[in-house]
T-cell receptor
Framework: GQQLNQSPQSMFIQEGEDVSMNCTSSSIFNTWLWYKQDPGEGPVLLIALYKAGELTSNGRLTAQFGITRKDSFLNISASIPSDVGIYFCAGQLNTGTASKLTFGTGTRLQVTL | KAGVTQTPRYLIKTRGQQVTLSCSPISGHRSVSWYQQTPGQGLQFLFEYFSETQRNKGNFPGRFSGRQFSNSRSEMNVSTLELGDSALYLC?????????FGQGTRLTVV
């Protein structure tokens, strides 16, 4: 099945550092979503982006919807130990529904003290 | 407000058997989607139900099926299980364009 290209695949950073990850697609999406998944749990929605060029923040998280609608990035500032987990981007083509998300390959984040 | 509830959390089945997984969406959400997560393929869309009708379907064989009830609860069925069906099956409850996931059902086929 299709997956979006997400990079980096994994990151090892120190507490307090900023983190940046991005997601690219060969297809256009109308909505980009960013999720975090902890071991043994389902993905938790972090940020939703609806318009090309949109920049949205949620606490220490900032995400942008690319102008071409084929990419998105997520930044985490001043990382803390609880930021550990796997981050997924997801693109959605159909407007007005929550259906058929196409997920990225994931970025595994490790935070050291 | 209760989240998305999936049952059971863990399941072990034998090849050739069939299995039914259940998902109760967030109250007021009428859309339920199912995803399969494996280390090799990542998160893959199975299907979506809205008001008891299948609205979208992913690229999975016919052994994978689902349904939705009038109270929006959904079930997913996999028949003639194969080893490769071992995965975390996630249900997402939708409102607008945002999907909220349950904790998943970990299915192991032996």
């Amino acid at each position: 099945g299709q997956q979006l290209n997400q990079s980096p695949q994994s990151m090892f950073i120190q507490e307090g550092e900023d983190v940046s990850m991005n997601c690219t697609s060969s297809s256009i999406f109308n909505t980009w979503l960013w999720y975090k998944q902890d071991p043994g749990e389902g993905p938790v929605l972090l940020i939703a982006l609806y318009k090309a060029g949109e920049l949205t923040s949620n606490g220490r998280l900032t995400a942008q919807f690319g102008i071409t609608r084929k990419d998105s990035f997520l930044n985490i500032s001043a990382s803390i130990p609880s930021d550990v987990g796997i981050y997924f981007c997801a693109g959605q083509l159909n407007t007005g529904t929550a259906s058929k998300l196409t997920f990225g390959t994931g970025t595994r984040l490790q935070v050291t003290l | 407000k209760a989240g998305v509830t999936q049952t059971p959390r863990y399941l072990i089945k034998t090849r050739g058997q069939q299995v039914t997984l259940s998902c109760s969406p967030i109250s007021g959400h009428r859309s339920v989607s199912w995803y399969q997560q494996t280390p090799g393929q990542g998160l893959q869309f199975l299907f979506e139900y809205f008001s008891e009708t299948q609205r979208n379907k992913g690229n999975f064989p016919g052994r994978f099926s689902g349904r939705q009830f009038s109270n929006s609860r959904s079930e997913m069925n996999v028949s003639t299980l194969e080893l490769g069906d071992s995965a975390l099956y996630l249900c997402a409850s939708g409102y607008g364009t945002e999907a909220f996931f349950g904790q998943g059902t970990r299915l192991t086929v032996v």
